[in-house]
C-alpha cells in the first residue's frame, strides 16, 4: 500500500480555489499578528530584576560595581568553600550577596586568614568583611560594624563525651583545638592562664588557621575538644552523626557583625539601609531557614556599632 500512494499523481487545484484558500491564510495571519500586539490581558507581567538597585552604592569601592567581601571561608554553616563548585558559599555569603542586590553590586568574596582579617580592611583589601566575627571593644576600635546575628561559644567532644568536658575551665591538662585569631583562642588562653594560676597544668592547646582543619583534630583524637561559634558545633555534629556532640552548654553568646573600615559612613550606611531591607521583605528569615540556624541567632533589633555614626 505504501508503494502504490506514493506513486500516485497529484490533483490539480483549481486557481479560484488556491485564491480563496490564499486569503484566508492571510487573514487568520493578520488576525494572530493583531491578538499578540493589543490587549494588554494578554501580555505577561513583568518580573521584578531583584538586583534593581534600592540603595545608593558607596562611590569609593575598590572595584567599580563589585563589593569586595574579605571572609574566612573555613566556618561552616556561615562560609565555606563548597567542593563541588570551588565557590564560598554559606549563611554569611548568601547575606552579603543579597546585601550588595540592594546596590545593584556583583559580589567578589576574597578568602583570607582570620588572624590578619582586619588589619587587610583597613588597609583597603576590601570593601567589607563578613565572617562570623564577634562584636568585641578591641575590635570596635579598629572597625565599625553592621550586627546580623546571634552566636555563642560551645565545646565539641567526641559522641558519648568520654572526659567529661562541660567548660573550658574544667579542661586544665587536657587538650584544646581551636581557630587562629578567634574570641574562643583567647578565652582559652584565659582560662589555661587560671588553671596554672590555681597550681594546675595548662590547657594544651593547638591553634589553627583552618577550623576544617581543628575539628579534623578531633576527629582524629588528637585533641580532647574543640572550641568554636555555637553554629559551628552545631553544623559539625549535624554533618557527622553519632561521632560528635556538645560538651556543656552554649556560652558567652555576642552578637557578630558586618566589618566596615573605622570612619568609612556612606559604606556603613549603604550596608545597614540593605540589610534593614532585607530584613523587612523575609529574605533574613528565609536565610535561616534554608541553613537551619536556631532562631534565637536572629538579632531581635537592628543598630549599628560605630563611634563615627549616630
Same mark, same amino acid.
Given at each position: 500500500?505504501r508503494?502504490?500512494s506514493?506513486?500516485?499523481?497529484?490533483q490539480?487545484?483549481?486557481?479560484?480555489?488556491?485564491f +480563496?484558500?490564499?486569503?484566508v491564510i492571510?487573514?487568520? +495571519?493578520?488576525?494572530?499578528?493583531g491578538?499578540t500586539?493589543?490587549?494588554?490581558? @494578554? $501580555?505577561?507581567?513583568?518580573?521584578? #530584576?531583584?538586583? $534593581?538597585p534600592t %540603595?545608593?552604592?558607596?562611590t569609593d +569601592?575598590?572595584?567599580?560595581?563589585?563589593l569586595?567581601?574579605?571572609?574566612? $571561608?573555613?566556618?561552616?554553616?556561615?562560609e565555606?568553600?563548597?567542593?563541588?563548585?570551588?565557590?564560598?558559599?554559606?549563611?554569611?555569603?548568601?547575606?552579603?550577596t543579597?546585601?550588595?542586590?540592594r546596590?545593584?553590586l556583583q559580589? #567578589?568574596?576574597?578568602?583570607?586568614?582570620?588572624?590578619t582579617?582586619?588589619?587587610?580592611?583597613?588597609a583597603?583589601r576590601f570593601?567589607?568583611?563578613i565572617?562570623?566575627m564577634t562584636?568585641?571593644s578591641?575590635?570596635?576600635?579598629k572597625?565599625d560594624? %553592621?550586627?546580623?546575628? #546571634?552566636?555563642g561559644e560551645s565545646? +565539641?567532644?567526641?559522641?558519648?563525651?568520654?572526659?567529661?568536658?562541660?567548660?573550658?575551665?574544667?579542661?586544665?591538662?587536657m587538650?584544646l583545638g581551636?581557630?587562629?585569631g578567634?574570641?574562643?583562642?583567647?578565652?582559652?588562653q584565659?582560662?589555661?592562664?587560671?588553671?596554672?594560676k590555681?597550681?594546675?597544668?595548662?590547657?594544651a592547646?593547638t %591553634?589553627l588557621?583552618?577550623?576544617?582543619?581543628v575539628?579534623q583534630?578531633?576527629?582524629?583524637?588528637?585533641?580532647d575538644?574543640t572550641?568554636?561559634?555555637?553554629?559551628?558545633?552545631?553544623?559539625?555534629?549535624?554533618?557527622?552523626?553519632?561521632?560528635?556532640v556538645?560538651?556543656?552548654?552554649v556560652? #558567652?553568646?555576642?552578637?557578630?557583625g558586618?566589618a566596615?573600615r573605622k570612619?568609612?559612613?556612606?559604606?556603613?550606611?549603604?550596608?545597614q539601609?540593605?540589610f534593614?531591607?532585607?530584613?523587612?521583605?523575609?529574605?533574613y528569615?528565609?536565610l535561616f531557614?534554608?541553613? @537551619?540556624?536556631?532562631?534565637?541567632?536572629?538579632?531581635?533589633?537592628?543598630e549599628?556599632?560605630?563611634?563615627?555614626?549616630?
Amino acid at each position: 500500500m505504501r508503494s502504490f500512494s506514493a506513486k500516485r499523481k497529484a490533483q490539480r487545484v483549481p486557481r479560484p480555489m488556491l485564491f +480563496l484558500g490564499a486569503c484566508v491564510i492571510l487573514v487568520l +495571519l493578520l488576525t494572530a499578528c493583531g491578538s499578540t500586539t493589543t490587549g494588554s490581558s @494578554s $501580555t505577561p507581567v513583568p518580573t521584578p #530584576n531583584a538586583s $534593581t538597585p534600592t %540603595v545608593t552604592a558607596p562611590t569609593d +569601592l575598590i572595584t567599580p560595581g563589585t563589593l569586595t567581601v574579605g571572609s574566612d $571561608t573555613t566556618y561552616p554553616p556561615q562560609e565555606y568553600i563548597d567542593t563541588k563548585t570551588g565557590k564560598a558559599t554559606g549563611f554569611d555569603i548568601d547575606l552579603i550577596t543579597a546585601i550588595a542586590q540592594r546596590m545593584g553590586l556583583q559580589v #567578589n568574596i576574597v578568602t583570607t586568614g582570620f588572624d590578619t582579617i582586619i588589619d587587610s580592611l583597613s588597609a583597603k583589601r576590601f570593601d567589607v568583611v563578613i565572617s562570623a566575627m564577634t562584636i568585641n571593644s578591641d575590635r570596635e576600635q579598629k572597625v565599625d560594624f %553592621v550586627p546580623y546575628f #546571634n552566636a555563642g561559644e560551645s565545646l +565539641l567532644v567526641q559522641k558519648g563525651n568520654p572526659k567529661n568536658i562541660t567548660a573550658i575551665t574544667g579542661m586544665c591538662g587536657m587538650k584544646l583545638g581551636v581557630q587562629d585569631g578567634t574570641v574562643e583562642q583567647t578565652d582559652a588562653q584565659t582560662a589555661s592562664a587560671a588553671c596554672q594560676k590555681a597550681g594546675k597544668p595548662a590547657i594544651a592547646m593547638t %591553634v589553627l588557621k583552618d577550623q576544617t582543619a581543628v575539628v579534623q583534630l578531633l576527629a582524629t583524637n588528637r585533641v580532647d575538644a574543640t572550641y568554636q561559634d555555637s553554629p559551628v558545633t552545631d553544623y559539625y555534629i549535624l554533618q557527622n552523626p553519632g561521632q560528635f556532640v556538645v560538651g556543656g552548654s552554649v556560652v #558567652n553568646a555576642a552578637p557578630e557583625g558586618i566589618a566596615v573600615r573605622k570612619g568609612d559612613t556612606s559604606m556603613l550606611t549603604a550596608i545597614q539601609t540593605s540589610f534593614n531591607q532585607l530584613k523587612a521583605a523575609g529574605t533574613y528569615d528565609a536565610l535561616f531557614k534554608k541553613w @537551619s540556624l536556631d532562631a534565637e541567632q536572629k538579632v531581635s533589633f537592628i543598630e549599628r556599632r560605630s563611634s563615627a555614626v549616630a
